[in-house]
T-cell receptor, first 112, second 113 residues
Framework: KAGVTQTPRYLIKTRGQQVTLSCSPI?????VSWYQQTPGQGLQFLFE???????NKGNFPGRFSGRQFSNSRSEMNVSTLELGDSALYLC???????????FGSGTRLTVV | AQSVTQLDSQVPVFEEAPVELRCNYS??????LFWYVQYPNQGLQLLLK??????LVKGINGFEAEFNKSQTSFHLRKPSVHISDTAEYFC???????????FGPGTSLSVIP
């Protein structure tokens, strides 16, 4: 079966711009979580969506937002980009979160 | 708040030697625990998980972990490592079925030929 697909794989943006990242889960997976990974902070939880509803939220500013569609595909948006937003953004999906995640390969965002 | 500690940021070990990667979590009424592995330029892959039942959990690639409630630990072990085990290993925990999953800072395992 197809894995978790994240697009794009790489992205370069300038400060102040906004960006949208996409995640297509494995068929049947209704839980989609997003993480930011940086060398200094490790994996930081952004939010989780389940059946189109945000079920959990991390401690990120309101510039970070997300949504989930009826087909379970999810997008996250970052507005007014800052240099510190440069990171690997990982999408993780599962039937439900205690089943364990299947991760995508991530989107590498560089803000210049 | 739930937190996960991985005491060793880097662990070098010779090929075919045993290895233990340590993980401690903050105590909670109930907890689900996971180990993931990340190879360079890739996402994370689930190695094993503890939800309930037997405290010794076996995973993929010959790894196993033991849940110790009294010590709030979930250490990962492998009796004989291979070069291909060189990667970053993450311990993770969640309090309930609907809670967020919190990851530890990771342990970089380097297998030396």
């Amino acid at each position: 079966k197809a894995g978790v697909t994240q697009t794009p794989r790489y992205l370069i943006k300038t400060r102040g711009q906004q960006v949208t990242l996409s995640c297509s889960p494995i068929s049947g997976h209704r839980s989609v979580s997003w993480y930011q990974q940086t060398p200094g902070q490790g994996l930081q939880f952004l939010f989780e969506y389940f059946s189109e509803t945000q079920r959990n939220k991390g401690n990120f500013p309101g510039r970070f937002s997300g949504r989930q569609f009826s087909n379970s595909r999810s997008e996250m948006n970052v507005s007014t980009l800052e240099l510190g937003d440069s990171a690997l953004y990982l999408c993780a999906t599962s039937l439900d979160s205690n089943y364990g995640y299947t991760f995508g390969s991530g989107t590498r965002l560089t803000v210049v | 708040a739930q937190s996960v500690t991985q005491l060793d940021s880097q662990v070098p070990v010779f090929e075919e030697a045993p290895v233990e990667l340590r993980c401690n979590y903050s105590s909670s009424v109930s907890v689900y625990l996971f180990w993931y592995v990340q190879y360079p330029n890739q996402g994370l892959q689930l190695l094993l998980k503890y939800l309930s039942g037997s405290t010794l959990v076996k995973g993929i690639n010959g790894f196993e972990a033991e849940f110790n409630k009294s010590q709030t630990s979930f250490h990962l072990r492998k009796p004989s490592v291979h070069i291909s085990d060189t990667a970053e290993y993450f311990c993770a925990a969640m309090k309930t079925s609907y809670d967020k999953v919190i990851f530890g800072p990771g342990t970089s395992l380097s297998v030396i030929p």
